[in-house]
């Protein structure tokens, strides 16, 4: 697990680790983690909520997180063939990874499982990973498989 050090310098660095991590977006997971004073080094402090609550850095949360946004925006957004949410579904759980000490992981699957269906295999494979719920209808089943969604698909995931 990344410390919030860690975190500051990595973001200052606009460093990519996994060949997603894009930095507006990883400001936008990682900076979830810091306190007031950590994220004052890499973000305008007016910009902070007066209540700024920083969510706990741990294993954890940062698991929950991520099981929460592959839930309700990451699968919803393969399935409906949106291309540019499904890869930003990917970039944040590059983020994630990186501060669960696991990108090592997700770049391997990055070098090795194509992209094809809107990342439907990566995110499956993150999902086994970290044990989060995966769709079970025909459709995404198959865009995991590397398949079009169905044998006529008008949206382009068997190109």
């Not at 990566?122 to 209808?137: G, M």
Request: aromatic residues 10%.
């Amino acid at each position: 697990m990344r410390s919030q050090d860690e975190i500051v310098a990595a973001l200052k660095d606009g460093k990519t680790f996994t060949g997603l991590f894009v930095e507006t977006f990883a400001f936008e997971v990682l900076t979830e983690f810091l306190d007031r004073d950590h994220v004052a080094q890499v973000a305008k402090i007016g910009s902070l909520p007066a209540d700024w609550e920083p969510t706990s850095l741990t294993r954890e949360s940062a698991i929950e997180a991520m099981r929460e946004y592959v839930a309700r925006i990451g699968w919803p957004k393969v399935q409906d063939h949106r291309g540019l949410s499904a890869e930003r579904t990917l970039i944040k759980c590059s983020a994630w990874m990186w501060l669960l000490g696991d990108e090592t992981v997700y770049a391997q699957w990055i070098a090795t499982v194509e992209y094809a269906q809107y990342g439907a295999q990566i995110l499956k494979l993150i999902c086994e990973r970290y044990e989060f719920p995966i769709p079970e209808d025909e459709a995404t089943q198959r865009m995991m498989r590397g398949e079009p969604c169905g044998p006529y698909c008008e949206e382009g995931c068997g190109t």
